[in-house]
């Protein structure tokens, strides 16, 4: 399979623990982003990778949440002592770079459940 | 701000009916605008991508339109299947090359095909 992966594919977490995803882009992809659904919402934009460079972030991405892209291929979302309004389905897409790089792909998306 | 409005916000047709989905934005200066598909609790499917300097794009029983000056386009679908029933997103790049080319969605036009 050479679309986006996503890891686990659903996690379901107390208040106030840490959790953590994975996403692995496709290969060659150096474009990768972030973003969160809510239920009966379209996804909003996290944050945005291009290579191992983390160039953009959104308001929405308060301290406990950070992004790595350590070797510009996997990234990982970590949550820190998580809220039940970080209940939502967590989308990771990549896009190739320059021309190429019209479309966006996504992966199948870590829903997070906050009890 | 970008803002994207899809209309109606959910919709049910008989099987083999022709249907037209609504998106409308507010900056008309984009780079291009993607449709998707997503299946309940499942991450996102590409449908078609239209660039700004495109007025349609075809797949199959699939029919997207641009007009970029009034911020509006229509994805049409032929002859209506079941397995079309989904929520049906519209997105948008920016322009401006200098933003980290974030897509901006509407919230989904919820779509059942009845036999």
């Known amino acids: 399979d050479t679309g986006v992966s996503q890891d686990p594919r659903h996690k379901i977490t107390k208040r106030g623990q840490n959790v953590t995803f994975r996403c692995d882009p496709i290969?060659?992809?150096?474009?990768l982003y972030w973003y969160r659904q809510t239920l009966g919402q379209g996804p909003e934009f996290l944050t945005y990778?291009?290579?191992?460079?983390?160039?953009?972030k959104s308001r929405l991405l308060s301290d406990r949440f950070s992004a790595e892209r350590p070797k510009g291929s996997f990234s990982t979302l970590e949550i820190q002592r998580t809220e039940q309004g970080d209940s939502a389905m967590y989308l990771c897409?990549?896009?190739?770079?320059?021309?190429?790089?019209?479309?966006?792909?996504f992966g199948p998306g870590t829903r997070l459940t906050v009890l | 701000k970008q803002e994207v409005t899809q209309i109606p916000a959910a919709l049910s047709v008989p099987e083999g009916e022709n249907l037209v989905l609504n998106c409308s934005f507010t900056?008309?200066?984009?780079?291009?605008l993607q449709w998707f598909r997503q299946d309940p609790g499942k991450g996102l499917t590409s449908l078609l991508l239209i660039q700004s300097s495109q007025r349609e794009q075809t797949s199959g029983r699939l029919n997207a339109s641009l007009d970029k000056s009034s911020g509006r386009s229509t994805l049409y679908i032929a002859a209506s299947q079941p397995g079309d029933s989904a929520t049906y997103l519209c997105a948008v790049r920016p322009g401006n090359t200098g933003t980290a080319s974030k897509l901006t969605f509407g919230t989904g036009t919820r779509l059942q095909v009845t036999l």
């Open positions: 990778f291009q290579n191992e460079a983390q160039l953009e």
């Open positions: 897409a990549s896009r190739a770079p320059g021309q190429r790089g019209n479309e966006q792909f």
């Open positions: 290969s060659e992809h150096n474009r």
């Open positions: 900056d008309s200066a984009i780079y291009n």
